[in-house]
């Protein structure tokens, strides 16, 4: 058959077809080229990888404080130690959260949260417990690299032993968060009190091999350039090559909103399609690619499970790190409303739990769903 691809994709093409590794200067050709070219080719190992199948999970995620010393210049979540919007969530006050959706069978519990320096170690350890009290049978999917940093250093205790006794607590897997760019330039214009990039890998490293499964990210859009993120995708793949840890990369649209970067314009639609579909093409020891769409919308989210993502992360309550105002706190897609909207895009949903097993082909939409709260109404971003 005669490929349809521009001259510039055919060599790129070739090797994608033939399985082989595209090097940095590719990946940098990808930044280059015809979009839907790039994701035609990213859908080509999509559905090599994962046929059909578009993944969710009913999950509700938890932000326990929003203290943060970290400071970073692209998030608005955070307000610094000794601000009077500080709040910190007890171990009761998360479980009030929890009890909140008890009548909705969500798999997985996403707590993340600022870099607070007043919180000792036990306060991580009663966390984990107070959600399994509630819920035992959720799989915790807990604390980014920058948090298990602070973690280890509030328990003055080297990382791996932090781990296991998390682990030993429920710990099931570790989020992507804190990446943002593997660069220098980056982290110094940005994010410069932060763990830096080898800092974040050893983390994922000492995950992996604990037996903790973990997810990657990326935060694109804002001051990084091509060779950054090409460079931040190497790297990723590099360890990936080393522990096969990673379950799932996901890049991270930027929202300017309320942030110290705010004169920026942050992503098109375009450019969070082509992150998605770099990111499946570069990370090819990368099981799964994920299209978060309370970032990237629904609507983006839908187009890009046909650009090289295969999960569209889950039924999400109460995800305020990019809230677009003050007021605007849920964000919440229903199984059914999510369900519906990959059936739509002629995917097959599938229900995992946090480690991609399945639950559930029921493409069944059910009329009334509880989404947690009375009388709110869900919002799609
Ligand atoms: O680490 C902060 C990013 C991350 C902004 O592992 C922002 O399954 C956009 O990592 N605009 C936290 N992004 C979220 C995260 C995540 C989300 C969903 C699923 C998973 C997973 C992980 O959010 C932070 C940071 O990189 N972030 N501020 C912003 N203004």
Not at 11 to 31: F, H, Q, S
Not at 91 to 101: A, I, M, S
């Amino acid at each position: 058959m005669t490929s349809m691809m521009s001259d510039e994709m055919k060599p790129i093409e070739a090797k994608v077809l033939a399985g082989e590794r595209l090097t940095a200067e590719d990946g940098m050709a990808l930044y280059e080229a015809d979009l839907n070219e790039v994701g035609a080719l990213a859908n080509t190992v999509r559905e090599r990888m994962c046929g059909n199948v578009a993944w969710y999970v009913r999950n509700q995620h938890i932000n326990y404080t929003n203290i943060c010393n970290k400071l970073c210049k692209f998030c608005s979540f955070y307000v610094a130690p000794k601000d009077d919007r500080g709040y910190v969530l007890s171990p009761e006050d998360v479980q009030d959260r929890v009890r909140q959706h008890l009548e909705i069978p969500i798999t997985e519990i996403h707590l993340v949260a600022g870099i607070n320096p007043k919180l000792p170690y036990q306060y991580y350890i009663d966390l984990i417990r107070a959600v399994k009290e509630i819920r035992p049978d959720v799989a915790v999917k807990a604390f980014t690299a920058i948090e298990w940093v602070q973690i280890a250093c509030a328990a003055k205790k080297p990382m791996k032993d932090v781990m296991l006794e998390l682990k030993a607590e429920g710990v099931s897997s570790i989020p992507g968060g804190g990446a943002e760019v593997f660069s220098e330039r980056v982290q110094d214009e940005m994010f410069w009190t932060k763990a830096d990039s080898e800092e974040w890998l050893d983390v994922a490293r000492t995950a992996h091999d604990v037996g903790l499964h973990s997810n990657a990210t990326m935060l694109y859009g804002h001051i990084e350039n091509p060779r950054e993120r090409v460079e931040h995708l190497v790297r990723l793949r590099d360890l990936q090559d080393e522990t096969n840890g990673f379950l799932c990369y996901i890049p991270l649209s930027f929202h300017p909103e309320r942030t110290e970067i705010d004169h920026l314009p942050g992503p098109t639609g375009i450019q969070d399609l082509r992150e998605i579909a770099v990111g499946r093409l570069m990370l090819d020891n990368f099981p799964h690619i994920k299209t978060f769409w309370i970032m990237n919308t629904i609507e983006v989210s839908q187009v890009a499970l046909w650009y090289g993502a295969d999960d569209v992360d889950g039924t999400i309550q109460e995800y305020e790190i990019t809230r677009r105002t003050e007021e605007e706190t849920r964000q919440v897609l229903t199984r059914s409303q999510l369900v519906e909207r990959i059936i739509e895009t002629g995917r097959d949903p599938v229900e995992r739990d946090n480690v991609y097993n399945v639950l559930s082909t029921s493409r069944e939409i059910e009329d009334a769903e509880p989404v947690g709260v009375a009388g709110e109404t869900p919002v799609a971003s």
